[in-house]
């Protein structure tokens, strides 16, 4: 907090987070009341609004690393901005379908593609190598700390006023990102001293294959996105087919949530280097062992605190795992190798949603929590035995050069193969 450049995207971001927030709590009750709380109605929304990353994003990291990240991100946050204002217009005049909201959430999600690997790699920019894991905990804990406040006063709004008015509080909040873009000073920015002529991302996935030590989180890290991290579709589900509430109470099921994972944001500030391989791997197991258990709270209260627990502990693997990839990464590729880091974890959500909306369907959202919950922690027990026989624990030292050199290959995108694309 201490770097100027920080604190104004901090402040940008916190706005705009809590309005995403919002969003997201307005958007689930909004689909569920037009569709008669329809797990698969919503499954479909929360598909469309990942699908673009696991098409995309491996391309928007090119353009990451390619070009500057900066107005890339001023760019993509105002689409946003003006997306999310359309649609909560269409709400506001009572002209909304269904139909609409999937074509948002597909836009929003192209949007979104773009955006993710450009703000996860700017973090560096903003702050140099050595202070990249407290940056990158500071994120997570705004983000978090949006998180918290967000869906408690979506809750609110939505049981006051309906789903019109948070709508277009959201479409506002972009404002507050881009106002905090444009005043961060390009010349303090950490950035290499040349970028890649053609940031390829066969290139990208090539680093990534010729490091053991970033293949087993990167794995890992794919199984519990896809299955794990499915809270927009079974958060809702819970709320109102099983705990019967209302909106202001999934408001407050989707902060208790937060505040455990802005807890595990904070403690994550006082990193200051590469967590081990193993770290993860005991977090992640530590996610599926509580996600599974939320599952099977009898009551509201139950759940508000197990839900807690879930939130730490999803948001201590993401943070490990996140650092652990990151600062085990040429920054040459950091654009890809981090664009390739939001494919596997949050690429996967389509097929993870549907495949959660299925099973919410035939044998209810608790089981589907439980299952869930299973296969995550036997996917962290699969990767320790992994581990134990091919030695990937040996840990690669952290790059700390930012102007890393750039391949011949890079620099004159010659020899293209349509994998490349």
Not at 156 to 170: D, R
Not at 326 to 347: E, H, K, N, S
Request: with cysteine.
């Amino acid at each position: 907090m201490a770097v100027p450049n920080f604190r104004m995207f901090a402040a940008g971001q916190l706005v705009s987070v809590a309005g995403t927030w919002m969003m997201v709590v307005a958007q689930d009750w909004l689909v569920l009341s037009m569709t008669g709380d329809s797990p698969g109605a919503l499954g479909v929304v929360t598909a469309l609004q990942f699908a673009p990353l696991l098409l995309l994003t491996l391309y928007a990291g090119g353009l990451a690393d390619r070009h500057d990240k900066r107005r890339l991100l001023v760019a993509a946050n105002t689409v946003s901005g003006v997306l999310a204002g359309a649609l909560a217009a269409l709400v506001l005049t009572g002209h909304v379908q269904l139909w609409h909201v999937y074509l948002f959430a597909l836009a929003l999600g192209s949007v979104n593609a773009v955006e993710v690997p450009a703000r996860m790699s700017f973090v560096s920019e903003l702050v140099g190598p050595r202070l990249l894991p407290n940056a990158s905990a500071l994120s997570a804990a705004y983000f978090n700390l949006a998180r918290v406040g967000g869906p408690a006063v979506a809750g609110l709004m939505v049981g006051w006023w309906g789903t019109g008015p948070v709508m277009l509080v959201n479409a506002v909040s972009y404002v507050g990102t881009v106002v905090g873009l444009l005043l961060i000073q390009p010349a303090a920015l950490h950035r290499a001293q040349r970028r890649p002529g053609a940031a390829r991302v066969a290139d990208g996935i090539r680093h990534v294959r010729q490091r053991r030590d970033l293949m087993l989180p990167m794995a890992l890290v794919a199984v519990i996105g896809m299955v794990g991290f499915n809270f927009h579709l079974t958060l809702p589900l819970l709320a109102k087919t099983v705990l019967d509430t209302d909106a202001a109470a999934f408001g407050l099921l989707t902060t208790a949530l937060a505040v455990g994972s802005l807890a595990a944001a904070l403690v994550t500030t006082a990193r200051r280097g590469r967590p081990t391989l193993r770290h993860v791997l005991a977090a992640a197991l530590l996610f599926g062992l509580l996600e599974a258990l939320a599952g099977l709270m009898p009551g509201y209260g139950a759940a508000l605190v197990t839900l807690a627990g879930v939130g730490f502990a999803s948001v201590y693997f993401a943070q490990a795992a996140n650092h652990h990839i990151q600062l085990g990464t040429d920054p040459a590729y950091r654009g890809r190798i981090m664009a390739l880091y939001t494919l596997v974890f949050q690429g996967t959500t389509p097929v993870g949603a549907l495949l959660t909306a299925v099973i919410c369907e035939v044998y209810g959202v608790r089981w589907a929590m439980v299952a869930a919950g299973a296969v995550c922690a036997a996917a962290a027990a699969a990767c320790q035995v992994a581990d134990r026989r091919i030695g990937t624990s040996l840990d690669r030292p952290t790059p700390t050069r930012e102007d890393s050199p750039v391949t011949p290959a890079e620099e004159s995108g010659a020899d293209r193969s349509a994998a490349d694309h």
